[in-house]
């Protein structure tokens, strides 16, 4: 962690991933409503950004050393609150869309049964790539569109397919880092034995990640230019 626990708690990296999956659903869809779009940004950014993950720092304690659990608990659902009145202002502006409604439940419950200890049953991969890449995506387009049909459907599985091959190589790099910084030998099964660093291993997923998460943040801006050049 860096010397800021507050920016790097916010996992900033996938609080911009939903957010430009939200931008996809909206530019799809072709209609834009500046007002609701940007209460939905807001929502997205202090739901995404703040309270899912202080709360989950409020019940895991990663980082006991640099944050208690009882300010973790007041910002992660001081969060949730403001996150869900921008939801609720935005679906108010677009006359109470029962769909956008349906969608900040299901935010709201996997953001609740993701991070705090009731259950493990949702504490998964594609709980995650379905409230960070899926639902954003058909929040963006119910917002713009107003309505639902197969290509927000197809759109919503493109984005959550894309932050699972984005999670798994992360999950790896993450228990790589747990290992010995020194080069440990590692026997191949015709014997040889291989000398593997910590930067062996790490890098070149790290490299992937990276790049899929650039070509993420810039799929809305292709997609405008599509939009407006067709």
Not at 94 to 118: C, D, H, Q, R, S
Not at 132 to 154: C, E, K, N, Q, R
């Amino acid at each position: 962690m860096g010397h800021n626990i507050y920016v790097d708690l916010m996992y900033l990296p996938y609080t911009f991933l939903s957010i430009s999956y939200l931008l996809d659903g909206i530019i799809v869809a072709g209609r834009f409503l500046i007002t609701a779009d940007a209460f939905l940004i807001l929502a997205y950014f202090f739901g995404h950004g703040f309270a899912s993950h202080f709360i989950n720092e409020a019940y895991s304690s990663h980082f006991a050393e640099s944050i208690s659990a009882s300010k973790a608990k007041v910002i992660g659902y001081f969060s949730l609150l403001l996150s869900s009145f921008f939801g609720l202002t935005a679906a108010a502006i677009l006359k109470w869309n029962i769909y956008l409604l349906a969608v900040g439940v299901l935010e709201i419950f996997f953001m609740i049964t993701y991070n705090l200890p009731l259950t493990s049953f949702f504490h998964n991969d594609l709980v995650v790539s379905v409230a960070v890449g899926s639902l954003p995506a058909l929040a963006g387009y119910i917002a713009a569109d107003g309505s639902l049909s197969m290509m927000p459907f197809l759109l919503a599985a493109l984005c959550g397919l894309i932050v699972s091959l984005e999670i798994t190589p992360s999950r790896f790099i993450k228990r790589w880092r747990r290992m010995p910084s020194e080069p440990v030998k590692v026997v191949l099964k015709d014997g040889t034995e291989v000398a593997l660093s910590l930067s062996d291993l790490v890098n070149r997923p790290e490299r992937v990640i990276k790049i899929m998460l650039v070509i993420s943040y810039l799929l809305p801006a292709f997609l405008f230019l599509l939009r407006i050049c067709s």
